[in-house]
């Protein structure tokens, strides 16, 4: 090892320095004593910081030299390993190891990571506290595996922010992610991340992992209107005939929803062991409100099963991979747009389709089953409501599971949608509006 008599060190001098072949050479830096810029043979340069702690002789690697021949760039390093060099040597002097002071800073700023805060307040709070927690979850960007294990949602928080200190994360960037919702066609999903970041920050705050939440004075990205909008019958004839032109998995997938009246997640979500004959037994981990809900499946809906192939190991029945769920709904969705508006220009060049998402096929198969004289009673227990007909004294005393009558009212949804594919198209499918992209 070379080490050279201290002179101030420069930007410009810096990026000429060159590596001995022969040896590792340290150059200190005159301006802050104890400052080397450390040069390998390979030329490979790295910063260092020597002190002495207690009366023996010590140690920090401060960070390579990334500057390159950037004069500009190197001039900042260089002020940026002063600073850190003389707080190693400060420390020194009052008898704290750097060392072990980096090393407990290190484990504090992993500690208060984005993903490991979210994954305890899931394990501590929401799990507890929170009927619908897997929903809470995945607002902050976990999801359940097949093997039943929280894991990063692809584009979710965890991703984005998993690594970054929960301090470091500003207000800006908490409106910047929900504006993106909004921007995205998806208001009301924004309302609802605001409201999962909300909870979580606030109970950060209240372990002391954060001084204070930065969704403290952000106010709702979108007032929100109830949606009523339920497609009509030929709309659902044209959308049953458009699944059958996307294919797997989407098309099948689609088909269960608007046969089953169950959520998009519920039914991405579904995997083979949950299906026994010729019922669907939603578990209450996968359920939004916590209850496992048992659906029957019609011959329709067993026949879109019986269209998805099995692949992997996770059980998964909607999957591309084997490994996880089907995401990319929204160009899915744009997919189903397109091709039932092609369906639809068939019987009127001039056809337009009125906006719609896939949760208005939860609303319109409730609609539809309640114009077939299915009492409402029974299509709550379907959409797994715990409100409405079973609200309060009504929800603890009534045990009834109606299964008999879910079953033929589901078998009946299904017959009136089977019977829409017979029909021919009409003239009321002519609307002008512009095809949703949500």
């Known amino acids: 090892m070379g080490r050279e008599m201290a002179k101030v060190l420069t930007a410009a001098a810096i990026t000429k320095l060159k590596a ?12 802050t004593p104890g400052l080397y810029l450390v040069i390998q043979p390979s030329g490979r340069k790295s910063w260092a910081a020597r002190f002495r702690v207690e ?62 805060v979210v994954r305890d307040f899931i394990e501590r709070h929401a799990r507890k506290q929170n009927r619908t927690w897997i929903e809470t979850a995945r607002h ?5 595996d097949g093997a039943g294990k929280l894991v990063a949602k692809e584009g979710g928080l965890v991703e984005k922010w998993g690594t970054k200190p929960i301090a470091d994360i500003r207000k800006r960037d908490v409106i910047a992610h929900l504006d993106e919702l909004v921007d995205a066609g998806n208001p009301i999903a924004a309302n609802r991340r605001l409201a999962a970041l909300k909870t979580f920050f606030s109970w950060a705050v209240g372990r002391d992992t954060l001084a204070a939440s930065p969704c403290d004075g952000i106010a709702k990205p979108s007032a929100e209107v109830s949606r009523d ?4 019958p030929d709309e659902l004839r044209v959308l049953l005939l458009a699944c059958d032109k996307v294919g797997q998995p989407f098309g099948p997938m689609v088909r269960l929803l608007a046969r089953t009246a169950q959520r998009r997640e519920e039914v991405a979500g579904l995997r083979w062991k949950e299906i026994v004959a010729e019922t669907w037994t939603i578990p ?19 026949d879109a099963l019986a269209e998805m192939p099995r692949i992997g190991k996770a059980g998964f029945v909607f999957t591309t991979t084997g490994d996880s769920s089907v995401s990319g709904f929204a160009r899915a969705k744009s997919r189903l747009d397109a091709e039932m508006l092609k369906i639809m220009r068939e019987a009127d060049p001039e056809a337009t389709l009125t906006p719609w998402k896939f949760h208005d096929l939860r609303r319109t198969a409730a609609t539809g089953m309640a114009r077939l ?33 879910r079953q033929h009212a589901l078998t009946a949804w299904g017959a009136h949608l089977d019977g829409l594919l017979k029909e021919q198209p009409s003239n009321v499918i002519s609307m002008r509006a512009v095809v949703n992209q949500a």
């Open 20 to 31: 001995d072949p022969a040896k590792r050479l340290e150059i200190p830096d005159a301006h």
């Open 55 to 116: 009366g023996k002789p010590a140690k920090l690697t401060l960070g390579g030299y990334l500057a390159g021949t950037d004069a500009e760039m190197a001039g900042e390093e260089l002020t940026a390993m002063r600073k850190a060099a003389a707080d190693a040597i400060a420390l020194a002097r009052r008898g704290v190891d750097p060392t072990t002071a980096r090393q407990e800073a290190e484990a504090d700023a992993q500690a208060t990571q984005f993903e490991v």
């Open 140 to 144: 902050l960007g976990l999801v359940l």
């Open 229 to 232: 909008r339920v497609l009509t």
């Open 284 to 302: 209450a981990e996968r359920a939004k409100n916590g209850k496992a809900n048992i659906v029957h499946l019609d011959q329709g809906s067993r």
């Open 373 to 405: 004289g299915i009492d409402m009673a029974v299509v709550e227990k379907i959409l797994n409501h715990t409100s409405g007909s079973f609200r309060g004294v009504a929800g603890v005393y009534q045990r009834h599971d109606f299964a008999a009558e």
